[in-house]
Every structure is written in C-alpha cells, then in structure tokens.
C-alpha cells in the first residue's frame, strides 16, 4: 500500500478556457483563469492548450463510444469524440443503444444506432428535443425524459423513427410554435403532469429512472413515480399501486385512459420461507388413521432463486403481442406521476432508482428504500432479507458505527442492483468527523469496492474512499475529503473526490476512483478485469499535452510546504500516483461557471465539460 499525500498524489494541470467566440466554449493558453496557466508550477514544459471536449469509452456494438469507428465493439480506454470538439454541455447520458446530450442552448442532441434505427449510423449527433430549455436528461430503452427549467417533464421516443410526427401533428405544432415565436422541433413528444395538483410555485427538480420505473422530485420534498411499463411494480419498487395508463391523444394506439392496479408479485418472498420442521411429539388424534407415527417432511429450504424474477402483471394492453409491446414502449402509455402514498406529508431531500429498487433520503439525513432486495441492495440486513420490500423501510446506517457516533446521510446513488450512501460520521466523545462511503447490493462485479465479490446485504463501508484526510489551508488543520460526485452504471461506478484543488499556488484537479462490472472496458483501464477496490485511471489524452511531472519533479516542488500537509496518507491503491486522470474545477468563463464531470453509463462512461450555472 502506497502512503500518498493530498498534494504529491495530484496531477497538477494547467486549466484555462477561452472566451465565447460564436457559441462553443474552448480554451487557449493566452487567457488563464483562476490561475490554471497552461505554464503548470510543477511541471516546467510547456502543456499545450485544453479545448473542452467529450471522452467516451465503453460498449460501442451500438455506436455510443465511437461512432466513427463501428466495426468496434469496444473502445479500452477514454476516446475523444471528435464530434463535440470544443462543446460544453448541460448534461449526458448513455444508454445501451444510444446516447444523449443537452447543448448550452437547452437543446437535445441525440446519436447511436439505437436513435438512428440503423447499424450503419453517422457519427454525428443530431438536434431532436429543441426549444425546451432542458436542464437533465434521463434515459431509458425506448423513451427519453428531460426536465426542462420551468420544472416541467417532458418524454419523447428515443428512436428517431418513433419521433417522426405525422403531417397532421407536425402542421398543429407548427402553428402553436408560431404563435411563442419558435420554430416547429419536430419531434414527437409529450409532456408529464401530476395527478396530484402541484402548489404555486412548486416544479420538479430531479427525475431517476429503473428498469421500468421513474422517480421525480418536487422543490417541495414531494415524491411521484411513474411506470414505464407493466412491470414497474411487480417488485414494489414503484411505491403506489393504482396507476393510470394511456392518456388520451390523436395519435395514441389505444382506445382511451385506462386504470389499472399494478400490484407487487406475492410469491417473490415465497422462495425464501422455509418449511417448518415437524414436531417433535404429537397427539396421536391428530394423526390420519392407520398412521402410527408423523410423515417426515423435509426441512430443507427452497433455494433462492439467483437474479429477480419479472412475472406478468396479469394486465394486458392488446391481444396481439407486437402490438401490446408498442403499446408499452410507446411515449403515451404513461403520462400521469402519482405521489407515492407511503411519502405524503414527509419531506424527500433526494429520490433514485436503482434497476428495481428506489431509495429516499430524508431532509433529516435518513434513508428509505423498497423494491427489489434479491442481492441486499436496500441494506435492511439478513433478517429482512427477502426479494422483494414492497413498503418504504428506513435503512439502518448505523450499524456500520459504534453507538457513540452519529451518522447522518447526506447523499444516495443507486444502479442496477447496487445502492450507495455517502455519510456524515461524527465520533462524539472527540467530536472527530469523517466522511465515508457505504455499499450495498450484488457484489458479482466488484461493485461493493471492498476487495471481495460477494453480495452484502447491509451497508458496509467502502475503505478506499472513507475517512480520507487532507491539510486544509482555509482552516489550518486536517479535514474530511468530500465527494464531490458519484454516478452508477448498470454495474460499474465512477466517483469525483471534492479535494483541495489550490494548495500552496499549486493547481490540482479532482481525483477520480472507477470500479465494478468491466465486461465492455467501461471502467477505461484497458483491461476487461471487473475491479472490485476502487482505482485511478489514466489521465485524459487530451492532444498536445506533453508528459505529466514525475514523482521527484512532485516532490522537489512540494519541499516547501508543511509536513502535516505533505505525510497524510489517503490509503489508496494506486498503480499510478503521480500520473491520473483528474477532472478540471469549476473555472468562471464570462457569466457561465463549467466544470468537468464524468458519468456511468449502460456498458459506457463519458467526460464532459458541464455547464453549472445553465
């Protein structure tokens, strides 16, 4: 194990953006900002200037990573996408068989043979969503949800043959364009209300979405769900039962707004309940006659089954199967957000979606989940280790700690079978404070980071990422290391370190952990290992930036500074300490404030250059 310090593991970069010159954002070396000279103080040679730019990786059988070269399946490690040199974005999100992109303007950009309809797809991403203002995008298999500045949800098909409007929509929509003074966008869409009234002033602020279902936060704590088809609750990860389906529209398949009850599935726990042993004596009355003594009843357990089931929710849409399934994909077999009954009246800070399964975390700093737990991924432990929790139940932190340490949630994440709780841990006796990483769920993949491949299911603590130190110059001591963002794939996780990014007129960037499933590179290393201890990638090949400093040139630049701050180890494994991918702070550029940010994907990842004031 490698003893690194906060400032002698990070990679010092030189970050400088240009002006605004028509409407991308780049950078040059003649206008530093913030001090991110393209000169670095601890590397002497030159590093050559850095456009804002998008780096994919991962799954390419769709054309997501690298449009420009289909004939691959895979791309091993971050790859720049040419086509968004110099872009800056206000969000991106990948899919299986497509990607997404929302533009400074609020536009959505769309690529990937799953949008095209066409294995042979061109590399460029193509306008589809336009005059929204969208901030946030989420992705599912067929339908696209973007939540726009006025809190507004918006769906639209992710396949650009779905989106195609008739002659007869496209001349409505041209003549309602008008009359805003925009232009007709084209694309078929729809926009999401709640069946409950909203309050004035109240608008959505987050949306998540599962498998089959989607989770959307109000500014007000409220929390509504939504299910994208008919399996959105056969694990009761929805949260509310009576749902209303295919809303009424001149182009809809259906006959008309139907109500239905999507109600979980009573035999998932079933698998888990063991036959009860047959008593040791009994009244021979009870007997059946002729019996001289009990029939021995084998006591061994059903096993469990291996991966969630989905059963059919016994509703049908249309006898023709091909046409049932359009019907489920279609953007208007649900257009109505219920509020989830078991919520009302309790004020939500944060709403996810894991694959089938959905946490909460209170303003207090409490998490619920329900759902789907097969592999532990609610964290409710071995005693309530059932398939499926169909009812919000409050998720026990603090069984990580001892009983003089308070702990309290401050941020949720969740993907595929997995959930993540990132917690404010305050030993009260010294009032010692630190922040650590808790994981639960399948542990296949790696995805719990601990080092071992089993499931867990209650939360443990990511040793890796917790309790990291460093010297801080505002306060003049050691301090907790922040996260500054997780994001979870079906599978893997890439994690953002809120570390010290100035020290000492030292420029650094945030540091980057990535582990999990890595059947289709996206985890970059440029390996197909799964990893299950969080590591550092590479730094981002940006073109022409020369060589980063060595150790010694690291070293010799930090003499200077204090000890304390040069000797705190963070305990990370690292192939590579001096030499990694760190992402950009947040640099002021006019009136707009960017950062680089990296996202998880489905089989993909991505770095971006993200707009933080849109």
């Given at each position: 194990?490698?003893?690194?310090?906060?400032?002698?593991?990070?990679?010092?970069?030189?970050?400088?953006?240009?002006?605004?010159?028509?409407?991308?954002?780049?950078?040059?070396?003649?206008?530093?900002?913030?001090?991110?000279?393209?000169?670095?103080?601890?590397?002497?040679?030159?590093?050559?200037?850095?456009?804002?730019?998008?780096?994919?990786?991962?799954?390419?059988?769709?054309?997501?990573?690298?449009?420009?070269?289909?004939?691959?399946?895979?791309?091993?490690?971050?790859?720049?996408?040419?086509?968004?040199?110099?872009?800056?974005?206000?969000?991106?999100?990948?899919?299986?068989?497509?990607?997404?992109?929302?533009?400074?303007?609020?536009?959505?950009?769309?690529?990937?043979?799953?949008?095209?309809?066409?294995?042979?797809?061109?590399?460029?991403?193509?306008?589809?969503?336009?005059?929204?203002?969208?901030?946030?995008?989420?992705?599912?298999?067929?339908?696209?949800?973007?939540?726009?500045?006025?809190?507004?949800?918006?769906?639209?098909?992710?396949?650009?043959?779905?989106?195609?409007?008739?002659?007869?929509?496209?001349?409505?929509?041209?003549?309602?364009?008008?009359?805003?003074?925009?232009?007709?966008?084209?694309?078929?869409?729809?926009?999401?209300?709640?069946?409950?009234?909203?309050?004035?002033?109240?608008?959505?602020?987050?949306?998540?979405?599962?498998?089959?279902?989607?989770?959307?936060?109000?500014?007000?704590?409220?929390?509504?769900?939504?299910?994208?088809?008919?399996?959105?609750?056969?694990?009761?990860?929805?949260?509310?039962?009576?749902?209303?389906?295919?809303?009424?529209?001149?182009?809809?398949?259906?006959?008309?707004?139907?109500?239905?009850?999507?109600?979980?599935?009573?035999?998932?726990?079933?698998?888990?309940?063991?036959?009860?042993?047959?008593?040791?004596?009994?009244?021979?009355?009870?007997?059946?006659?002729?019996?001289?003594?009990?029939?021995?009843?084998?006591?061994?357990?059903?096993?469990?089954?291996?991966?969630?089931?989905?059963?059919?929710?016994?509703?049908?849409?249309?006898?023709?199967?091909?046409?049932?399934?359009?019907?489920?994909?279609?953007?208007?077999?649900?257009?109505?957000?219920?509020?989830?009954?078991?919520?009302?009246?309790?004020?939500?800070?944060?709403?996810?979606?894991?694959?089938?399964?959905?946490?909460?975390?209170?303003?207090?700093?409490?998490?619920?989940?329900?759902?789907?737990?097969?592999?532990?991924?609610?964290?409710?432990?071995?005693?309530?280790?059932?398939?499926?929790?169909?009812?919000?139940?409050?998720?026990?932190?603090?069984?990580?700690?001892?009983?003089?340490?308070?702990?309290?949630?401050?941020?949720?994440?969740?993907?595929?079978?997995?959930?993540?709780?990132?917690?404010?841990?305050?030993?009260?006796?010294t009032m010692r404070e630190t922040i650590d990483l808790l994981a639960t769920g399948n542990g296949q993949f790696g995805g719990i980071g601990n080092g071992s491949w089993a499931h867990q299911a209650s939360p443990v603590k990511v040793k890796t990422i917790s309790g990291l130190l460093e010297w801080s110059e505002t306060a003049?001591?050691?301090?907790?290391?922040?996260?500054?963002?997780?994001?979870?794939?079906?599978?893997?996780?890439?994690?953002?370190?809120?570390?010290?990014?100035?020290?000492?007129?030292?420029?650094?960037?945030?540091?980057?952990?990535?582990?999990?499933?890595?059947?289709?590179?996206?985890?970059?290393?440029?390996?197909?290992?799964?990893?299950?201890?969080?590591?550092?990638?590479?730094?981002?090949?940006?073109?022409?930036?020369?060589?980063?400093?060595?150790?010694?040139?690291?070293?010799?630049?930090?003499?200077?500074?204090?000890?304390?701050?040069?000797?705190?180890?963070?305990?990370?494994?690292?192939?590579?300490?001096?030499?990694?991918?760190?992402?950009?702070?947040?640099?002021?550029?006019?009136?707009?404030?960017?950062?680089?940010?990296?996202?998880?994907?489905?089989?993909?990842?991505?770095?971006?250059?993200?707009?933080?004031?849109?």
């Amino acid at each position: 194990m490698l003893a690194l310090t906060t400032t002698t593991t990070t990679l010092a970069v030189g970050y400088a953006l240009h002006r605004m010159t028509n409407d991308p954002l780049y950078a040059r070396s003649s206008e530093p900002e913030r001090g991110y000279e393209t000169q670095s103080q601890l590397h002497r040679g030159k590093l050559g200037s850095i456009s804002p730019s998008v780096f994919l990786w991962g799954r390419n059988e769709h054309n997501v990573a690298s449009p420009q070269t289909p004939e691959s399946d895979m791309v091993k490690k971050p790859k720049l996408a040419a086509q968004f040199k110099g872009a800056v974005l206000r969000d991106l999100v990948l899919a299986e068989t497509y990607g997404a992109a929302v533009d400074e303007k609020g536009d959505v950009l769309q690529w990937g043979s799953g949008f095209y309809c066409s294995p042979s797809a061109t590399a460029t991403p193509r306008p589809t969503l336009r005059g929204y203002d969208v901030l946030k995008l989420t992705a599912t298999p067929h339908k696209v949800f973007a939540l726009t500045r006025k809190g507004e949800v918006i769906v639209f098909p992710s396949s650009s043959e779905r989106q195609r409007l008739n002659e007869e929509q496209r001349r409505n929509n041209s003549s309602w364009w008008r009359v805003w003074g925009s232009t007709d966008h084209g694309t078929d869409h729809e926009k999401i209300r709640a069946e409950q009234a909203l309050a004035k002033g109240e608008r959505f602020v987050s949306l998540s979405a599962g498998e089959s279902h989607l989770l959307a936060l109000t500014s007000s704590g409220r929390s509504f769900a939504l299910p994208l088809d008919l399996s959105a609750n056969v694990y009761g990860q929805l949260g509310v039962r009576n749902v209303q389906l295919l809303s009424l529209h001149p182009t809809s398949v259906s006959s008309g707004a139907l109500r239905v009850k999507l109600n979980p599935d009573p035999t998932l726990n079933e698998a888990r309940r063991e036959l009860p042993a047959p008593p040791t004596r009994i009244d021979p009355l009870l007997l059946p006659p002729g019996a001289t003594e009990l029939p021995v009843v084998a006591s061994q357990p059903i096993a469990p089954v291996s991966r969630p089931r989905r059963t059919d929710s016994g509703v049908r849409l249309h006898d023709d199967e091909p046409t049932h399934q359009a019907m489920e994909q279609d953007i208007r077999f649900s257009t109505v957000l219920h509020e989830l009954p078991a919520l009302r009246e309790i004020e939500i800070a944060e709403l996810v979606a894991g694959a089938r399964h959905s946490l909460a975390r209170l303003s207090d700093g409490r998490v619920l989940g329900w759902g789907a737990n097969g592999y532990g991924q609610l964290g409710l432990g071995s005693s309530l280790s059932y398939p499926s929790i169909p009812a919000p139940t409050e998720i026990p932190l603090t069984r990580c700690y001892p009983k003089a340490v308070r702990v309290s949630c401050n941020r949720i994440a969740a993907g595929g079978n997995l959930s993540y709780f990132i917690v404010d841990a305050v030993d009260i006796p010294t009032m010692r404070e630190t922040i650590d990483l808790l994981a639960t769920g399948n542990g296949q993949f790696g995805g719990i980071g601990n080092g071992s491949w089993a499931h867990q299911a209650s939360p443990v603590k990511v040793k890796t990422i917790s309790g990291l130190l460093e010297w801080s110059e505002t306060a003049g001591k050691v301090a907790p290391i922040a996260i500054k963002d997780i994001t979870v794939g079906n599978a893997h996780i890439a994690l953002v370190l809120d570390n010290a990014v100035d020290q000492g007129g030292v420029k650094f960037g945030r540091d980057v952990f990535v582990w999990g499933h890595n059947m289709y590179h996206q985890l970059g290393t440029g390996k197909r290992s799964n990893l299950s201890t969080p590591q550092h990638l590479p730094p981002l090949p940006y073109a022409g930036l020369t060589a980063p400093p060595t150790a010694e040139a690291v070293v010799e630049a930090t003499k200077d500074q204090p000890e304390t701050e040069r000797t705190i180890g963070s305990g990370t494994l690292s192939p590579m300490p001096h030499s990694r991918m760190q992402l950009a702070p947040e640099i002021k550029v006019g009136k707009r404030l960017v950062e680089e940010a990296i996202v998880a994907g489905d089989g993909g990842s991505a770095v971006y250059w993200r707009i933080l004031n849109p």
